[in-house]
């Protein structure tokens, strides 16, 4: 069965770091695109980093572009988010997800918990 699994979240200050994974189980991550999402209460689902698995090629969002980076263990099958420069307005729920080519489901985490003190 494939599992998404992130960690790493927690409690931090305003300027602070952290770094998030998201470990697959059941597929292999190298082959699939990687998303990370985040979705604070209130607000609408946010994409906020991506890496391809076509070219290895990365996308950010505006909101957290030059603060995160998005890369890849493949020897650990595992994607990071490293946050870093953390703001209060990146707290938030933050899931990985797998796009799944030719179907039309996606595989989801459970989410990690980022809070951001002011």
């Known amino acids: 069965e494939v ?17 998030l994974s998201c470990a697959a189980s059941g597929l292999i991550f190298d082959d699939y695109t990687v998303k990370w999402f985040r979705q604070a209460p209130g607000k609408e689902r946010e ?6 698995n076509s070219d290895g090629s990365t996308y950010y969002s505006d909101s957290v572009k030059g603060r995160f980076t998005i890369a ?15 703001k209060p307005e990146d ?4 899931y990985c997800n797998a796009p799944v080519v030719g179907a039309p489901f996606n595989y989801w985490g459970q989410g990690t ?4 003190s002011s």
């Open 113 to 116: 918990q980022v809070t951001v």
């Open 91 to 94: 707290t938030a729920v933050y």
């Open 3 to 19: 599992q998404l699994v992130e960690s790493g979240g927690g409690l931090v200050q305003a300027g602070g770091s952290l770094r």
């Open 47 to 52: 994409g906020v980093s991506c890496i391809y």
């Open 72 to 86: 890849r263990d493949n020897a650990k099958n595992t994607v990071y988010l490293r946050m870093n420069s953390l």
